[in-house]
T-cell receptor
């Protein structure tokens, strides 16, 4: 079946530290991969996406590369800010599942000044 | 342009009561979705509507019903609420039900069933 596994949190970093949140997936065929972010008390927002192997999604200093050989889509940022504190969700869609997103469990990130 | 709106934001029910969660989008999207979010579980799909006039079960449909009232609105009904349905409910929409279109999420409804 289709599933997403994320590194468990919470992750606590100091401002300007390097961030990596690991994400691996299981799916047949060629899924599209997403990172969503949820700020406190809000709904989810799309952070970045990649729709085919070797694509790199990027937004707001965050990056993730679709690695089919390792079935991974790790989220990275070179220098985090306090405003990046949120919950981050990795997710996938396969074209045959009519838009159904499969989510990982989420990783809580807290950045201290 | 409000995006995806949900009502109510908060609700407390007693076991056995019924209620309907409302969702509307103003982006002219064809597809709409209902998810629930539980601690440590990520989001799980309850029901979805790939296009106006169609609805289908997702991963956790038991205890819920949905209505795609028109292209804009997609409601979720709990006929007889149970404590296991205590959760945060998110509605989402996308232009098409495929792997290329972003899903836009509403702000959520926090439901507590006593």
């Amino acid at each position: 079946g289709n599933s997403v596994t994320q590194m468990e949190g919470p992750v606590t970093l100091s401002e300007e530290a390097f961030l990596t949140i690991n994400c691996t997936y299981t799916a047949t065929g060629y899924p599209s991969l997403f990172w969503y972010v949820q700020y406190p008390g809000e709904g989810l927002q799309l952070l970045l996406k990649a729709t085919k192997a070797d694509d790199k999604g990027s937004n707001k200093g965050f990056e993730a590369t679709y690695r089919k050989e390792t079935t991974s889509f790790h989220l990275e940022k070179g220098s985090v800010q306090v405003s990046d504190s949120a919950v981050y969700f990795c997710a996938l869609i396969r074209g045959s599942t009519l838009g159904r997103l499969y989510f990982g469990r989420g990783t809580q990130l807290t950045v201290w000044p | 342009n409000a995006g995806v709106t949900q009502n109510p934001k908060f609700q407390v029910l007693k076991t056995g009561q019924s209620m309907t969660l409302q969702c509307a989008q103003d982006m002219n999207h064809n597809s709409m979705y209902w998810y629930r979010q539980d601690p440590g579980m990520g989001l799980r799909l309850i029901y979805y509507s790939a296009s106006e006039g169609t609805t289908d079960k997702g991963e956790v449909p038991n205890g819920y019903n949905v209505s795609r009232l028109n292209k804009r609105e997609f409601s979720l009904r709990l006929e007889s609420a149970a404590p296991s349905q205590t959760s945060v409910y998110f509605c989402a929409s996308s232009e098409e039900p495929d792997s290329y279109n972003e899903q836009f999420f509403g702000p959520g409804t926090r439901l507590t069933v006593l």
